[in-house]
């Protein structure tokens, strides 16, 4: 039966008690929210004071590629080898150092220059009040030792436009706004400066590749949607015209490029007709004196009509073949001899050789002079069928040379938005509320699974231990003890005397009860109050629950036996000395050392001095005979000890009393200090009567309250 008791216990525990985690979050709240509330204006300030980044865009659209130059000249056959860009090409193209080179070289991207401010909130502070510094230089160039080093530009007369630029503290050059300064091996030319006098920019100096890297990390290229070739451009900084003029240059130098690009295509094409051109020429001259020569020898010999029939076919192959020539001077800068449109290519000459072998035969049949003619003739057709063709495709080329205007058109050009797109204040705001919120949640919840301080008196009941009352913490007790700290007063409150309603009375009232009959069967009437660690209310406990004794008509004398740090004389207004410790060392007698209090039938014996040995004194035969006489003049002696897990004066002086019991602090004393402190007494011989459980207060994660609403409930009927 015990044991299933003992697992349902467990099993009990182990369980999550949603209600009772909502209760500790309750009884954190002020806590939850104050923690809340700092994370809020964190992410506030964080938010007025994050540098806004801006953000420019433009668009472009990369449209087909047309064929020109000998791809026009192909017919529908170019079609099937023209080869157009990508936009993922493009888009490479435009983050490559040959685009951004050029604007990295314009506006100077080399250069980082910053205004220097105080770390964290001073660029932000100077950007809300429209404080903010700004430079613009043009040139900047440095020694090569000095490459890569930071340099301080301080502006030294502002209505002047004077500076000095620095390195490592020392000055390497100073001039005015505007004027183009050669010192040292520097060369610096400042165009803008807005500043305060001695106000500092760090500046300095990076590679090239450095910088285009950088403006590359900044951009934004991308495709909307699939195969549109429409592409978008985008750049994020901090200065909105600075990023529309960066942007810009990069799309007409992109845009310059292509039509660059494209006209070198048109030219290498003319190039190509061009170096022909006089070998056709030459070849159509021989070709006539030939023809003429032969007739002229000959007489006049007429072709039959078969021969010219051959005569016609022959010349169109021989124009095909011709063709098939410029076409692969094209593909070859395209595609090796394994592409698919490189091999068409070849069989279709193969097939044009193939009918032009079949032709040669059949002419073969033709007498000689016919077949000599028919060569002549075929020689001249064709030689100037090329040479017509080519003058006409070097007057295209050159038209089109003139009129490129390349495959990438500008739909919108950069434009910077006015509103910034970081921070996102709303969503910062909200985000540091929210973290604030888990993190305080967070750390209630880990502190609460850590901490082992006593909460209920049915788990110090469950260790075999009585519980004799649960004081609950007052709140005016708290009170006038902070304000005497602040005004540096050193006395305390006796609170049995300045509201004896309160609940904290009213709890010890019931203690008095209970011990009454507790007493009742013990040695004598001493009673030693102790606790396992000091600042648990040992001594609010002692001076009250004398207090309320008294009360009732009992001569009651207690006694600080706390002789190393004991305090108990700041609760009467008496001074510590000619005390306990200087009854027992043998300077005063106990006359002397019992001092009356503003309590009518109580009486004090404090600590007196401090000595060196405080347990020796305790274990002299004075102590011991002080007890007894003490014992049988008063009715109730109250023995206030320090704590029994830090020194073993408690055990000494338990020894004497007849009953003892410890007071433990509510939500701080754990219940292992509780069972610790109980067998370091009954190492001693020393039976702990029971527990007060001090400081008790009313929480909504504690289901047990039944303590405190009885003491509220028995003031209210007593009033």
């Keep these: 039966m015990a044991n299933q008791t003992i697992q349902s216990s467990a099993l009990a525990d182990d369980e999550i008690d949603l209600g009772k985690l909502f209760g500790i979050l309750i009884d954190a709240k002020w806590f939850i929210i104050s923690i809340t509330l700092f994370f809020a204006t964190l992410g506030i300030a964080v938010a007025l004071l994050s540098t806004p980044i801006y953000k420019a865009d433009a668009l472009i659209q990369i449209e087909k590629k047309s064929s020109g130059g000998i791809s026009a000249m192909v017919g529908d056959m170019g079609e099937l080898f023209s080869a157009e860009s990508s936009a993922t090409t493009e888009i490479e193209i435009i983050k490559s150092r040959m685009i951004l080179g050029d604007t990295v070289d314009k506006f100077n991207l080399t250069t980082i220059a910053t205004p220097d401010y105080l770390p964290f909130v001073g660029k932000g502070l100077a950007r809300i009040n429209g404080t903010q510094n700004y430079i613009s230089l043009t040139t900047f160039e440095v020694p090569r030792t000095a490459r890569g080093l930071s340099h301080k530009l ?12 620095m390195l490592e503290d020392q000055m390497v050059l100073s001039g005015s706004v505007g004027q183009l300064i050669e010192m040292n091996g520097y060369r610096v030319k400042v165009n803008q400066l807005n500043a305060q006098n001695e106000d500092t920019f760090t500046i300095s100096k990076i590679s090239k590749l450095d910088a285009i890297n950088k403006l590359a990390s900044q951009l934004s290229i991308s495709e909307r949607g699939s195969q549109t070739g429409i592409v978008s451009l985008s750049i994020e900084g901090e200065y909105p015209d600075h990023n529309q003029l960066v942007l810009n240059d990069v799309v007409q130098n992109y ?20 170096g022909h051109l006089p070998e056709i020429k030459d070849k159509l001259t021989i070709s006539e004196d030939t023809l003429n020569s032969f007739r002229q020898e000959n007489e006049s010999i007429d072709l039959n009509l078969e021969a010219q029939s051959t005569l016609k076919v022959m010349v169109a192959l021989e124009a095909q073949l011709n063709e098939l020539t410029f076409k692969e001077s094209e593909i070859s800068q395209k595609f090796t001899q394994d592409h698919p449109a490189y091999k068409s290519l070849l069989d ?135 304000k005497l700290k602040r005004k540096n ?17 009213e709890a010890l009232r ?9 007493m ?20 609010f406990v ?46 005063i007698d106990r006359a002397t050392a019992i001092k009356p209090s503003q309590v009518e039938n109580l009486d004090v014996v404090t600590r007196g001095q401090v000595p060196p040995n405080p347990s020796e004194l305790l274990m002299h035969p004075r102590f011991v005979e002080f007890v007894e006489q003490v014992s049988k003049e008063y009715d109730l002696v109250i023995i206030d000890t320090p704590p ?50 001090n400081a008790v207060e009313k929480k909504a994660s504690n289901s047990y309250g039944y303590g405190y609403g009885y003491y509220n409930y028995a003031y209210k009927s007593e009033s």
């Design 154 to 165: 301080i502006a030294t007369d502002i209505e002047k436009g004077q500076f000095s630029l």
């Design 255 to 274: 845009f310059l490029q292509n039509v660059r690009r494209n006209s070198a295509e048109a030219e290498q094409s003319l190039n190509f007709l061009k």
């Design 348 to 482: 279709k000459r193969q097939t044009l050789l193939q009918e032009k072998e079949r032709l040669n035969k059949q002419v073969q049949k033709l007498p000689k002079t016919q077949r000599e003619v028919l060569r002549m003739t075929r020689d001249v057709e064709v030689n100037q069928q090329i040479y017509i063709q080519l003058l006409n495709k070097v007057q295209e080329l050159n038209i089109i040379k003139a009129g490129t205007v390349g495959n990438v058109r500008i739909i919108d050009n950069a434009q910077s938005y006015a509103v910034p797109i970081k921070p996102k204040k709303p969503l910062i705001v909200v985000l540091a509320t929210l973290l604030g919120g888990m993190v305080a949640v967070a750390f209630v919840l880990v502190k609460t699974a850590f901490h082992r301080g006593v909460t209920s008196p049915d788990v110090i009941e469950q260790t075999g231990i009585s519980v004799y009352a649960s004081v609950p913490k007052s709140a005016q007790q708290l009170e006038v003890a902070n």
């Design 489 to 505: 007063n050193k006395d305390l409150l006796l609170l049995a005397n300045a509201n004896p309603a309160d609940l904290s009375i």
């Design 510 to 518: 019931g203690l008095r009860t209970s011990l009454h009959f507790a």
């Design 520 to 539: 009742l069967e013990a040695k004598n009437n001493v009673l030693m109050i102790s606790g396992p660690a000091p600042s648990i209310g040992k001594t």
């Design 542 to 587: 002692s001076t009250n629950f004398a207090a309320v004794a008294a009360k009732t008509g009992q001569k009651v004398l207690l006694v600080d036996a706390d002789m190393r740090k004991g305090y108990l004389q700041q609760c009467f207004g008496l001074t510590a000395e000619q005390g306990l410790s200087d009854l027992l060392s043998g300077k």
């Design 644 to 693: 029994v897990l830090a020194v073993t004066d408690p055990s000494i002086v338990g020894a004497l009393a007849g009953t003892t019991l410890m007071v433990a602090r509510f939500d701080q004393t754990t219940l292992k200090e509780i069972e610790v402190a109980r067998g370091r007494f009954e190492q001693s011989g020393v039976e702990v009567k029971g527990v007060i459980l």
